[in-house]
């Protein structure tokens, strides 16, 4: 079977201190893959290894066997690997409805010069028109719809993390990355998180990859986990199976007195 | 369920203000009413809003300090004058030679704003003003090291006239074309892309844009428009030397920026306006002595005008007296009360938000009422 992502050997050091090491995964297309461990594990750093903001010191990671290690973080982006941050980055002062219309820009069947752009030429209507739709399209499936005329950062924090999450969708991704997409949210909104993110995988049929500290909210998503702890793999595989691993318990809580 | 689609007449005001602005001018220019000097500040704001609009598509909109503005117009006017002054004798026409020289000094401005963006469009913030002030000051001594025969050295060239009766409006023509062009742009999915380069350059790359690209386009737009205020410049003043277009002349731009409002197109065309206004109109009414007012004044001016948009003591005479409500009275004399909408959606309207220009003012005022007990009380 094919994997969408996948992971060899991918290392990082920054002048001697080694962030991530020989992490190995394997994600399947349609899965929600994630990826935990205490703070200061190396998790963000993976992420900003597999989106081409650092550039790996080992290994390669291949996305539906296409290597794409070296590549620039747009070129990733267009390649199909989408992304959130862990602190909320939208464009502040931009409408909701073009944040999301700023994620199709690079998309081929919008594709309009800018000297078409300039002179406005027919096309430059008929591609606007275009965008504008399929922007509301993916608005609504995150109930954004009402608010498409409010400042990006007018809105409240769970709208927020949700408009990030379709500015990403909006570039029609095959992997999406969520990093800690429920920090500072409350239950409800956790909650409402996790049927959004269901709902994500099976309208767009992507995978996804996300990090995030409550096992709980992980353990009730993901199908498999990873767990990093000081840059290395500490276990992998079926949530059930990782949770009860005595290493992962050690890390997370500590070692029991004998 | 489709509305009619309605024409926005906000996106066309400026075009209609500019055009029936030049339309006057030019029909009073005609039958001979406008003297020279009222031709000549005319040129000037022209060459203002040019310089104004154009840069502040870089300073607004991409959100990139450039100080280097005059350093393209220093192009655009040298070879752009140079080239007219060649051509003249060949072509004949002086309209003709107008246009070419413009198109040649625009292209050349162009074209360097391309070679200096590469490298320097990788830097960020502070170290990008610094090489484009830099890039501002080698160009100025490039030219003022040029042989006699080629560009004349410290005494400049000399550029062929055009009737200074019709100067103006190629130049507001020009003003004109320019505003399609950037408001188009910025009006665009690629303006779209810039303004989110601005917002956040980080999510701008992890959404796929490519920002070198985009930062390129801007920059060399931005020049090729500096470039054709250079050339209109060079045939205003029939002469260029390069000594005007030194540090000062770029931060002038970037105040009529600033003043304007940070990527807001007219309010760029009526600072550009008002300063060239007051700076022309300083220049001819205080002569000899006076003239050292000149500086005084206009900074006078300019320090004013900032007090009084951003002094957070004033901010209750602004919001009463600002240009929307005086719209707003013209519209509807009276304040009716039962039409005012009560709008959820407005989140800024949260009664218990505090506001933060009110906290950040210093002067807040515990009533005296909250420091004495209740009469009730005793």
């Known amino acids: 079977m094919e994997y969408i992502l996948s992971t060899k050997n991918l290392g990082i050091s ?42 790996p010191t080992w290994g390669d990671f291949y996305l539906n066997g296409e290597r794409l290690t070296g590549l620039k973080q747009e070129k990733i982006c267009n390649k199909g690997i989408a ?51 399929k922007a509301k399209e993916i608005l609504d499936i995150f109930g954004l719809l009402p608010e498409r005329n409010n400042l990006a950062c007018n809105l409240p924090y769970g709208m927020q993390r949700k408009l990030e999450i379709a500015r990403a969708l909006a570039t029609s991704p095959k992997l999406l990355l969520l990093d800690e997409p429920a920090a500072g949210m409350n239950p409800n909104e956790t909650m409402e998180l ?40 500490l276990a992998q595989g079926k949530v059930q199976d990782v949770l009860n691993n005595k290493d992962v318990i050690e890390a997370y809580i500590g070692r029991e007195s004998d | 369920m489709k509305t009619p689609k309605k024409i926005k007449w906000k996106h066309f005001i400026n075009y209609i203000v500019i055009g029936v602005f ?34 502040g598509l870089v300073v607004g909109f991409l959100g990139e300090l450039s100080l280097g503005h005059a350093g393209f117009m220093c192009i655009g006017a040298y070879l752009g004058g140079k080239a007219a002054s060649i051509l003249e004798p060949i072509l004949g026409s002086t309209l003709l030679t107008l246009t070419i020289s413009l198109v040649i000094g625009g292209v050349s401005a162009l074209i360097s704003g391309l070679i200096i963006g590469l490298p320097a469009l990788r830097l960020k913030g502070d170290y990008l003003a610094i090489v484009t002030l830099a890039f501002g000051e080698i160009v ?12 004349g050295g410290p005494t400049g060239i000399n ?29 665009s999915k690629h303006g779209r892309a810039i303004t989110a380069i601005r917002d956040s350059e980080i999510a701008a790359r992890a959404t796929g844009i490519n920002v070198v690209k985009y930062k390129l386009l801007v920059f060399a737009l931005s020049a090729f428009f500096a470039g054709i205020a250079g050339v209109l410049y060079s045939y205003s003043n029939y002469t260029v030397q390069c000594t005007k277009f030194d540090y000062n002349y770029s931060i002038e731009i970037l105040v009529m920026v600033v003043l304007g409002g940070m990527g807001n197109i007219n309010g760029s065309i009526i600072s550009a306006l008002l300063i060239t206004f007051l700076q022309v109109e300083l220049a001819s009414i205080l002569t000899g002595n006076l003239a050292v007012l000149q500086n005084i004044l206009y900074a006078l001016v300019l320090i004013l005008i900032v007090i009084y948009n951003n002094a957070p003591s004033l901010k209750g005479f ?46 807040i005022k515990v009533e005296e009422s909250t420091l004495k007990p209740d009469k009730g009380d005793k």
């Open chain 2, 159 to 187: 550029t062929p006239r055009f009737d200074n009766k019709y100067l103006f409006i190629v130049g507001f023509v020009l003003v004109l074309f320019m505003l399609f062009v950037i408001q188009n742009l910025i009006r």
């Open chain 1, 83 to 133: 992304r959130t941050f862990q602190n909320i980055r939208l464009f502040n002062n931009m409408t909701v409805i073009r944040n999301v219309m700023v994620g199709l820009t690079n998309k081929s069947e919008y594709k309009c010069t800018f000297f078409e752009s300039m002179f406005r030429f027919r096309r430059h209507f008929k591609v606007e028109k275009e965008m504008r739709e």
């Open chain 2, 22 to 55: 030049t339309l006057i001018f030019s029909l009073l220019s005609v039958t001979n009413s406008l003297d020279l000097l009222q031709k000549f500040l005319l040129e000037k704001i022209a060459i203002s809003i040019l310089l104004s609009v154009s840069l």
């Open chain 2, 140 to 151: 100025k001594t490039l030219f003022l090291n040029s042989s006699e025969d080629s560009f």
């Open chain 1, 194 to 233: 996790v049927e959004t993110i269901k709902l994500i995988k099976e309208k767009f049929n992507i995978g996804i990859l996300l990090i995030d500290h409550d096992l709980k909210f992980v353990s009730g998503l993901c199908d498999r986990i990873t767990v990093l702890n000081f840059g290395q793999v």
């Open chain 2, 318 to 363: 602004r919001d009463k007296y600002n240009f929307k409500n005086l719209i707003k009275r013209l519209r509807k004399q009276k304040f009716d009360p039962s039409k005012e909408i009560d709008d959820e959606a407005k989140w800024d309207r949260v009664p218990t938000k505090i506001e933060m220009n009110e906290v950040l003012s210093l002067d």
């Open chain 1, 14 to 55: 920054f002048g001697g201190l080694k962030a991530c090491e020989n992490v190995n995964m394997d994600i399947l297309p349609n899965e929600i893959y994630g990826l935990i461990g205490p703070n200061g594990a190396g998790k963000t750093t993976l992420f900003n290894i597999i989106t081409g903001v650092y550039q």
